[in-house]
């Protein structure tokens, strides 16, 4: 039992008489750098050996600014956007402010929309979590807490698409990136 319990903390699901790498597939190691690079730290999955863990902290350091230079670098393509269609509504209805505000306030919903409200649907669709569980993860996730209460693609009795691992992994990077923006603004506004 003692043996049964540490192969699942390293990452190996039993399945019958047979073996799988379980958590440290292709999608569950791509989740782990994702969670690795933006300081999410679940805590569900981490390296057991040494040479893992040496491996994990030379990553990390190079990891770890390069996504901070990602996450800007998506941030402000997402701005950019933004302000262009502030532009185009100013050029087309001449409206001078109110095309900003109408713009930032679309972004914004459509942020919310996208990072925070919708995705909870398919956490409770896939998790099995209700729509609440799913809002706290999403929250959790995107603001780099990561308690690691609630991660993804964990449960052994539920069988995940090949595509969920990386897909929410992409997720995070933007939505990160979109949260990130909706923080600077706040601090702005506090100012």
Known sequence: LQGIIQAYKSGITLQGNTTSLGRWDYSGS???????????????????????????????????PLNLVLLNEIGQLMLFGVQHCARRLEEVFHWQNKASFLMKTCAL???????????????????????????????????????????IGMNPDRTYPSWYKNVISLWILFGMAWLALVIKFCINLLE
Do not use: H, M, Q
Request: hydrophobic letters at 50%; glycine letters at 12%; charged letters at 10%.
């Open 30 to 64: 791509f989740f782990f750098s994702i969670s690795a690079i933006t300081t999410i730290g679940y805590g569900n999955l981490s390296p057991s050996t040494a040479v893992g863990r040496i491996f994990c902290i030379v990553f990390a350091l190079f990891g770890i």
């Open 109 to 151: 919903v459509t942020g919310l929309l996208l990072f925070l409200l919708l995705p909870p649907l398919l956490f409770s669709e896939k998790e099995g979590w209700s729509y609440e569980e799913g809002f706290y993860y999403s929250f959790i996730t995107l603001s780099t807490i990561g308690f690691g209460d609630y991660v």
